[in-house]
């Protein structure tokens, strides 16, 4: 069973720039699919973005797109969520999430392995 811990999180001015890691252990990294959920207080968890076990083809939400990069490196057993350009909006826990399987999926509820989250604060 794959196992994820999140780090990167932190305080940030609107405008700024953070880049949060997953390093995966226990399990075939490269056989999963990964993605980054947030989770505002008060709101739903919803999807930031994925990428795909091999070919790494990546997918974003509408919200970030154009603002975030997700990257994977199978070598290192980590994935990457590379935030530019933070509004306030941004301000939530992310989470890291897997699965197994080739299809991409933007429902929280197709990711059964989850990290414990990291806390990223956007200020004005």
């Known amino acids: 069973q794959v196992q994820l811990v999140e780090s990167g999180g932190g305080l940030v001015q609107a405008g700024g720039s953070l880049r949060l890691s997953c390093a995966a252990s226990?399990?075939?990294?490269?056989?999963?699919?990964m993605a980054w959920f947030r989770q505002a207080p008060g709101k739903e968890r919803e999807f930031v973005a994925s990428?795909?076990?091999?070919?790494?083809?990546?997918y974003y939400a509408d919200s970030v797109k154009g603002r975030v990069t997700i990257s994977r490196d199978n070598a290192k057993n980590t994935v990457s969520l590379q935030l530019n350009s933070l509004t306030l909006e941004d301000t939530a826990v992310y989470y890291c999430?897997?699965?197994?399987?080739?299809?991409?999926?933007?429902?929280?509820?197709?990711?059964?392995?989850w990290g414990q989250g990291t806390q990223v604060t956007v200020s004005a």
């Open positions: 999430a897997a699965r197994e399987g080739a299809v991409y999926s933007p429902s929280p509820t197709a990711y059964v392995i």
């Open positions: 226990g399990g075939s990294f490269s056989s999963i699919i």
């Open positions: 990428i795909t076990r091999n070919l790494y083809s990546t």
